[in-house]
T-cell receptor, first 111, second 113 residues
Framework: QQQVKQSPQSLIVQKGGISIINCAYE??????FPWYQQFPGKGPALLIA?????SEKKEGRFTISFNKSAKQFSLHIMDSQPGDSATYFC??????????FGQGTTLQVKP | DGGITQSPKYLFRKEGQNVTLSCEQN?????MYWYRQDPGQGLRLIYY???????QKGDIAEGYSVSREKKESFPLTVTSAQKNPTAFYLC????????????FGPGTRLTVL
């Protein structure tokens, strides 16, 4: 019940395209869903996060869509750029504050 | 990684040796975490501390030890009992005004020779 499943494992998108990464969770007690971006050899950086009281949150080119009934959430990167090439992790947590991470998605944006 | 310092950036260890990884923060955050990252895998929780002088085991604590004597510091010792210690180690902090966001340091890459 503590797992967060992330797909796809890798993704190749053309510059200007839309990148979509999906995550699914099992524990209905989770109430915080962040996305992290990690470049090689660096620590993950918080990108955007959502609470289950909203179905969508947008920050610039990055949007989280949240489907509480399906227990799924996704990251959409609009107008993908080569600089967006990185590994993306979804995560979930409940009242303990501990994050459960997905396995990660390696995104390559081709020029 | 602003406000979170991990040292060293690279660390080489011979088999059978204990090594200690440093994590320091000036964010005044209460909680601190240690994660291990292996290639192609997500982050796995080793230990965490929500307050000074208290810490709990995470999912993969065997072969590791920690201390939390100061709010600013949460060192991780990789002992000789850890059978496969080569990995990228990440420290994170959480808190400050009740915030739930976790912020990560730059990481330490440990290689066992």
């Amino acid at each position: 019940q503590q797992q967060v499943k992330q797909s796809p494992q890798s993704l190749i998108v053309q510059k200007g395209g839309i990148s979509i990464i999906n995550c699914a969770y099992e524990n209905t007690a989770f109430d915080y869903f962040p996305w992290y971006q990690q470049f090689p050899g660096k620590g993950p950086a918080l990108l955007i996060a959502i609470r289950p009281d909203v179905s969508e949150k947008k920050e610039g080119r990055f949007t989280i869509s949240f489907n509480k009934s399906a227990k799924q959430f996704s990251l959409h990167i609009m107008d993908s750029q080569p600089g967006d090439s990185a590994t993306y992790f979804c995560a979930a947590s409940g009242n303990t504050g501990k994050l459960i991470f997905g396995q990660g998605t390696t995104l390559q944006v081709k020029p | 990684d602003g406000g979170i310092t991990q040292s060293p950036k690279y660390l080489f260890r011979k088999e059978g040796q204990n090594v200690t990884l440093s994590c320091e923060q000036n964010l005044n955050h209460d909680a601190m975490y240690w994660y291990r990252q292996d290639p192609g895998q997500g982050l796995r929780l080793i230990y965490y501390s929500q307050i000074v002088n208290d810490f709990q085991k995470g999912d993969i604590a065997e072969g590791y030890s920690v201390s939390r004597e100061k709010k600013e510091s949460f060192p991780l010792t990789v002992t000789s009992a850890q059978k496969n210690p080569t990995a990228f180690y990440l420290c994170a902090t959480q808190g400050g005004g009740g915030g739930i966001e976790q912020f990560f340091g730059p990481g330490t890459r440990l290689t066992v020779l």
